[in-house]
């Protein structure tokens, strides 16, 4: 007898997860399905969403339920955290007393809540139960909440984008610009070498250049001349 209850408290287990129940000996179809996220992470002091949404063969009415509970971790302690029924009723006592918000939308298939300010100590198991008579019959799913703290990674990481935002636009503008004295260097160099028409002030200030050293070179000779004739008179 033993091993039968075993493989019926498997069997009980399991069909759940296959869209079938057993009451009482009783084989149940599973006419409303809940999905939630496995695994949710947050962070200490950001708001974290616990997502929930389940699908009914019933339309939605006043009598539609949801509860929400949390374990802590290593306990079978269960803490009812929210309620709803037509209104909302957050907790008003425990540890997320004043910190559970609603963030559904029931005629969308949506019993989501939201945890805000989130610490160490929320760390734990969270249950979403939904039930839409004359559907009442469904898994159980279950959320396990990591909260943690944001490291220097996380930090770092975000440091990181920002820089890279703002230094390839800068790099960009500084390739451009090298890229740009270099084609004018180029240009200035080849203009040199082929010879390039003066401007009128170039041509201005070669031309008096030219006349001072006319002039220079003809007060030399004039020079040259007249030591020449002081020397012929003395002979």
């Not at 910190?99 to 610490?119: F, L």
């Not at 469904?138 to 396990?144: M, V």
């Not at 220097?152 to 990481?157: D, E, I, P, V």
């Amino acid at each position: 007898m033993r091993p039968r209850r075993a493989a019926g408290g498997r069997g009980r287990a399991l069909l759940p997860l296959l869209g079938v129940l057993f009451v009482r000996g009783v084989q149940i179809v599973l006419s409303l399905e809940i999905h939630v996220d496995a695994h949710v992470r947050g962070y200490v002091g950001e708001k974290i969403k616990l997502k929930c949404t389940f699908k009914s063969t019933s339309d939605v009415t006043d009598k539609l339920t949801i509860d929400w509970t949390y374990r802590p971790p290593s306990s079978s302690r269960t803490e009812f955290i929210f309620h709803y029924q037509s209104f909302q009723y957050p907790t008003t006592a425990g540890t997320f007393r004043d910190r559970i918000s609603w963030a559904g939308n029931v005629y969308k298939g949506d019993a989501s809540i939201s945890i805000s300010n989130p610490t160490l100590q929320d760390n734990g198991t969270f249950s979403c139960a939904v039930k839409n008579p004359p559907d009442v019959y469904h898994n159980i799913p279950l959320t396990e909440l990591t909260v943690t703290e944001r490291g220097f990674g996380t930090m770092l990481s975000s440091v990181a984008l920002l820089s890279i935002l703002v230094f390839i636009p800068s790099a960009v503008v500084v390739v451009l610009l090298l890229v740009r004295m270099g084609r004018k260097a180029a240009g200035m160099k080849k203009r040199s070498k082929s010879g390039y028409k003066k401007s009128s002030i170039e041509v201005s200030d070669d031309t008096d250049q030219e006349e001072k050293d006319d002039c220079m070179a003809r007060l030399c000779v004039r020079c040259a001349e007249c030591l020449d004739s002081d020397y012929e008179d003395t002979y």
